[in-house]
């Protein structure tokens, strides 16, 4: 078993910053590959970006490319997601999710742990 955290979600102007935080506790945290989703409210869980297990590989929905960075530090459990030039069309609630595999996985069946979720909200 996995156990997710995520912090770092919140209010924020158009254009500015923010940092999520996702903390594992439980099983060996290098055996997963992790990844980021958001939900808007009515609409359905959407990939956002994802990384191997070494850090070595990410990937992005076109969405955020150039906007958000996913980032790993496996000495700290903690995956990170860093997004930049917020706009009002990123607000959602965002997830961290865990996949059993080494390799980076876009797809949301791919994750078999996922955490509580951050709110994130960004004003026009």
């Known amino acids: 078993q996995v156990q997710l955290v995520e912090s770092g979600g919140g209010l924020v102007q158009a254009g500015g910053s923010l940092r999520l935080s996702c903390t594992a506790s439980g099983r060996a945290f290098r055996s997963y590959a992790m990844g980021w989703f958001r939900q808007a409210a009515g609409k359905d869980r959407e990939f956002v970006a994802a990384?191997?297990?070494?850090?070595?590989?990410?990937r992005y929905a076109d969405s955020v490319k150039g906007r958000f960075t996913i980032s790993r530090d496996n000495a700290k459990n903690t995956v990170y997601l860093q997004m930049s030039s917020l706009e009002p069309a990123d607000t959602a609630v965002y997830y961290c999710?865990?996949?059993?595999?080494?390799?980076?996985?876009?797809?949301?069946?791919?994750?078999?742990?996922w955490g509580q979720g951050a709110q994130v909200t960004v004003s026009s």
């Open positions: 999710a865990a996949a059993s595999t080494t390799l980076v996985v876009t797809t949301k069946s791919a994750y078999d742990y």
């Open positions: 990384i191997s297990w070494s850090g070595s590989s990410t």
